[in-house]
């Protein structure tokens, strides 16, 4: 048995004017795609160049062409500068001053008033460089390259630019470090919890210095439930740390059901000033992971129901917004999901923020190649010859300090429960191999056999064995894990002795096999097909934790041939809607009660492929022919359908050895209802109804309560009885009056090859989403939806 406990915490940026201030830092940029040798100067003149308002993405622009890279969704990279001009007082300047990028993709190289700050390579890591001794009283410059001109460098959409937050800090020369503070509990009980608090403190003063430091933990109202105050001596222009105790009793623990968080709030006083403060989200709660028995959080045994997550949001690319992801990720919590992979890299800040408060377990992972490249597709996945740059080519120099960073920004989060240093690092033959490849059973294998001319899979256990140490050097509060395409391989190294936790990838004919013969390992789904056996292999197994499906979310790149440009594997599209395999997902992991029909043709054959998503439309129409079939997903125990009021008969689910329930039917216009019954009782329902001509657009706003500047405004053609009219693809058009930017529209179409810029596109199963981004929140912006098939959709925003 190994168990992991923790108490963990989420930044909270706005702190007291008195002391540290960590501000957005988005606004008026200038950007200029294309290289230019004097750029970093200060008297360099940039008038010209584009503003922008970061996020800022600038290969979303595009154009999608077949020149470019199936596997990053067939858009350009290239150069691209960014600088921004800003004011100081001479009373600023005497305050230390850093400047924190949470994303550049990538190569990013920063200067201030023409001085070089340095270099980050990889286009995920957050990073920061002190500003102070370069600042000057008045007008300052700073200055960023970003160098993506190898733009065949992933397996998917990266994006290009600064494409997430950036933050000013401003602080005392007495401060707390950034990422300084570490939040651990040793007892954790029903009773009581015990924490430790380590805390880095900075003194950039040359002369000692006598503080005082108060660490607090506030609940949810505000009161104040622990509480340490200690005197620190700190010796000048040095690094110290300390540790504060906190008892508190009868603690609220965070959850799944009950996301619970305490606020812990630390401040340094000097002479009775305050010189640095510090808010932090915490949450209280316990995991272990068993090697019989699975996965357990704060003592109740339960499994992983996961999805992999990349950053693009369609049209946004990864250029995106809060409350999109708020939306996205509410929308698979109420589909059964309880934890998410980050896959395969560390993603925005406030990802992690959104999942600590919606009750989201996570897996963060750093890196998808190590040492060699793998293969990126250039001209449809598995086609042709691929292109092998990427990230390889700084793992040597970059790698230990890469994964400490990714784990010392988020290791007080309660929503983390396991650090992966690896996606797939050993794919038979991409890069590494062995004699064993020849023989056996290897569903992911890329060449024929063992290949002589690879790199030895024995290399597996000298890095995994150095990245799991760095990474607990950080961390040992939690498991390492790895996600392991090619079992069968490194089971002849240490590999997965040298992480804590295996997950296995696409391998569940291995499950038993495995778990026989390594007793003590932790095995769980790292990467997982849709079909319902692989489901069943987690669920029937107790020593299985869990599995993370491939995907949750539709996502730019890993395409197919040109003009397929995006991914299609998710439980919900691009725009962030659900798909029908969502509701089948929701029948096998959701508690509450649902059920939901569709129609299809009557297939020929099964549909159990790994990738296969279930056929079944939200519609009920001649489309598929005079007899069809019509599906439904329930985790009810038994369904009823009626057409036009009249009962096709009650089928129970223990039945059907698929996981859903259909039923063969002529077509007839009208009304399709199914009834979902538990213990004899009707909890649910679920209605299709034959349209007639789409006469209209209906348009909401999703996001309408969220304090996001971005609105996004779903398009629904819909028939006289509004009903909506999922084959309607006509073409539509937007006008914007007032401040507001237009972001781009997505309609989820793979194959949809118009701009995403373009202010004229079309309906795709009848809806499109609209981004609008407002620039100043206290003025309206008009917003006017036009098709050459409907009447004009007025609204203001």
Not at 336 to 356: E, K, Q, W
Not at 660 to 678: K, Q, S
């Amino acid at each position: 048995m190994k168990e992991f406990v923790s108490i963990l915490m989420a930044i909270i940026f706005g702190l007291s004017a008195m002391a540290q201030q960590k501000v957005l830092f988005n606004d008026q940029w200038r950007f200029h795609l294309g290289d230019i040798s004097q750029a970093s100067e200060k008297s360099f003149n940039d008038q010209s160049w584009q503003r922008v308002v970061l996020p800022h993405d600038w290969t979303i622009a595009g154009p999608f062409d077949s020149r470019w890279a199936s596997a990053t969704g067939y858009l350009p990279g290239g150069v691209g500068w960014y600088r921004k001009t800003f004011k100081l007082s001479s009373q600023d300047i005497k305050s230390k001053h850093s400047i924190y990028f949470d994303g550049v993709y990538k190569n990013a190289e920063v200067w201030v008033n023409g001085h070089y700050l340095g270099k980050r390579p990889n286009g995920f890591i957050p990073f920061f460089y002190d500003l102070s001794p370069y600042l000057k009283s008045g007008e300052n410059v700073l200055a960023l390259k970003v160098d993506h001109s190898q733009f065949a460098d992933s397996r998917w959409y990266t994006g290009s630019g600064i494409y997430r937050n950036v933050y000013l800090i401003k602080q005392q020369p007495l401060h707390f470090a950034t990422w300084g503070i570490t939040f651990q509990t040793p007892t954790l009980n029903g009773r009581e919890a015990n924490a430790t608090v380590d805390i880095d403190l900075i003194n950039e003063e040359a002369l000692t210095s006598d503080v005082t430091l108060t660490v607090s933990l506030l609940d949810k109202s505000g009161n104040t439930v622990a509480q340490e105050k200690q005197q620190v001596h700190l010796t000048g222009s040095k690094e110290q740390q300390t540790t504060a105790k906190l008892h508190l009793l009868n603690p609220n623990r965070w959850s799944i059901e009950n996301p619970y968080c305490y606020t812990l709030a630390i401040e340094l006083t000097k002479a009775n000033k305050a010189v640095d403060s510090y808010q932090e989200k915490v949450g209280f709660r316990t995991f272990r992971f068993d090697a019989n028995k699975g996965f357990f959080l704060n003592d109740q045994n339960m499994k992983l129901k996961g999805v992999c997550i990349h950053d693009d949001a369609g049209a946004l690319g990864v250029a995106t917004f809060e409350s999109v992801w708020r939306r996205r990720l509410k929308t698979l919590k109420e589909g059964g999901v309880n934890a998410i992979r980050m896959s395969h890299n560390p993603h925005a800040d406030f990802f992690y923020t959104l999942c600590d408060e919606l009750g989201l377990l996570v897996m963060d992972e750093a890196f998808d190649e190590w040492e060699f490249g793998k293969n990126k597709w250039i001209s449809g996945w598995n086609v042709g010859s691929p292109g092998k740059d990427g990230y390889h080519q700084h793992f040597k120099e970059w790698s230990q300090t890469d994964v400490k960073d990714m784990i010392r920004r988020n290791r007080n989060r309660p929503s983390i429960i396991m650090w992966s240093i690896g996606n797939e690092v050993d794919y038979p033959n991409d890069p590494y191999s062995h004699e064993i490849l020849s023989g056996g059973n290897n569903p992911q294998i890329y060449g024929k056999g063992y290949l002589a001319d690879h790199p030895p899979a024995s290399r597996l256990s000298v890095l995994s064995k150095s990245l799991a140490e760095a990474a607990k050097s950080v961390d040992s509060t939690r498991p390492i894990t790895a996600a392991l395409a090619g079992v069968v391989m490194s089971n002849t190294t240490t590999y997965p002795e040298n992480v804590d936790i295996v997950g296995y990838n696409y391998q569940e004919y291995r499950y038993a096999e495995d778990h026989a013969k390594y007793p003590s390992r932790v095995i769980y789904g790292s990467e997982n097909g849709m079909q319902y056996k692989a489901w069943l292999a987690v669920d029937t197994n107790d020593y299985i934790s869990g599995q993370f499906l491939w995907t949750g979310i539709d996502y730019l790149g890993e395409a197919g041939k040109w003009p397929t440009r995006s991914n299609g594997a998710g439980l919900l599209d691009l725009a962030g809607l659900p798909k029908p395999e969502y509701y089948f997902r929701q029948s096998l992991w959701a508690t509450k009660p649902m059920v939901y029909i569709g129609t299809s043709p009557i297939p020929d054959g099964d549909d159990s492929g790994i990738w296969s998503h279930k056929k079944a439309d939200p519609i009920w129409e001649p489309t598929y022919g005079k007899r069809q079939r019509v599906t439904s997903f329930s985790n009810a125990e038994e369904v009823e359908l009626f057409l036009n009021g009249k009962s096709l008969g009650k089928k129970a689910k223990q039945d059907f050895n698929t996981g859903y329930i259909y039923w063969d039917i002529p077509f007839e216009p009208g009304t399709l209802e199914a009834r979902a019954y538990l213990d004899q009782k009707q909890v649910a329902t679920y209605t299709l109804r034959s349209t007639t001509k789409p006469t209209q657009l209906a348009c909401r706003i999703l996001n309408e309560n969220e304090t996001d500047k971005l609105k996004e405004i779903l398009v629904q053609a819909v028939d006289e009885n509004d009903n909506p009219v999922y084959m309607a693809n006509d073409a539509i058009e937007v006008q914007i009056d007032g401040p507001g930017e237009f972001k781009g529209m997505e309609n989820g179409n793979h194959q949809n090859l118009t701009s995403y810029l373009s202010l004229r596109n079309q309906l795709h199963h009848g809806k499109v989403l609209i981004y609008i981004y407002k620039q100043e929140p206290d003025k309206n912006v008009a917003v006017t939806i036009k098709s050459a098939s409907y009447p004009a959709v007025k609204m203001q925003l």
